[in-house]
């Protein structure tokens, strides 16, 4: 299965700055000039929500401080500028490859 | 507006069968692909398996021996069996529908049903 480590397990933002999010899989999720990476963000007792697909693109509805770049390896996830509304955990999740697994998640607190 | 919800039992014992309903809203079963995925306490996301547009299924490996999805048309839903359960299958399960050309990710999801394993 592809591991899928992100980086930092939490963070902490003053409202206003850039949050920067990591995720590493443990082999390429590139295939037909894709990336099979994908975001999502989760709030207490809400199920999760798709934030970027393909690693950059944004889903319909979702504010455009969010984004989403990386190939191969490597994804980050951006939130600038952080708001309030902001607090959750994100996780990336790949479909490269069976089984599909997701990242053990990132919380995002505000400082 | 497509919408799924999730329900059943949320106590199982163990050794013995959980058993969830997906009913979806808005869409049909019969295009597209309809996912499990269960959060553990912990927070860790595993991908369960799916049932696709014309039936077929697809199951995580490590789950392979214990789970079955299926569904009916007719009332435009799916259901997950999982067998011999143990407490380490207390999570909150949630169905998705698979988003993309190929349901590359999950674009919609159910609320979410907690399922306890316990005696």
């Known amino acids: 299965d592809i591991v899928l480590t992100q980086s930092p397990a939490s963070l902490a933002v003053s409202l206003g700055q850039r949050a920067t999010i990591s995720c590493r899989a443990s082999e390429s999720v590139d295939s037909y000039g894709n990336s099979f990476m994908h975001w999502y963000q989760q709030k207490p007792g809400q199920p999760p929500k798709l934030l970027i697909y393909?690693?950059?693109n944004l889903e319909s509805g979702i504010p455009a401080r969010f984004s989403g770049s990386g190939s191969r390896t490597d994804f980050t996830l951006t939130i600038n500028p952080v708001e309030a509304d902001d607090v959750a955990t994100y996780y990336c999740q790949q479909s490269n490859e069976d089984p599909y697994t997701f990242g053990g998640g990132t919380k995002l607190e505000i400082k | 507006e497509v919408q799924l919800q999730e329900s059943g039992p949320s106590l199982v014992k163990p050794s013995q069968t959980l058993s969830l309903t997906c009913s979806v809203t808005?869409?049909?079963?019969?295009?597209?692909?309809w996912n499990w995925i269960r959060k553990f306490p912990g927070n860790k996301l595993e991908y369960m398996g799916y049932i696709s547009y014309s039936g077929g299924t697809y199951y995580n490996p490590s789950l392979k021996s214990r789970i079955s999805i299926t569904r009916d048309t007719s009332k435009n839903q799916n259901y997950l069996q999982l067998n011999s359960v143990t407490t380490e299958d207390t999570a909150t399960y949630y169905c998705?529908?698979?988003?993309?050309?190929?349901?590359?990710?999950?674009?919609?999801w159910g609320a979410g049903t907690t399922v306890t394993v316990s005696s």
């Open positions: 808005g869409d049909s079963i019969t295009s597209g692909y």
């Open positions: 393909r690693a950059s």
């Open positions: 998705a529908r698979g988003g993309g050309y190929f349901h590359w990710y999950f674009d919609v």
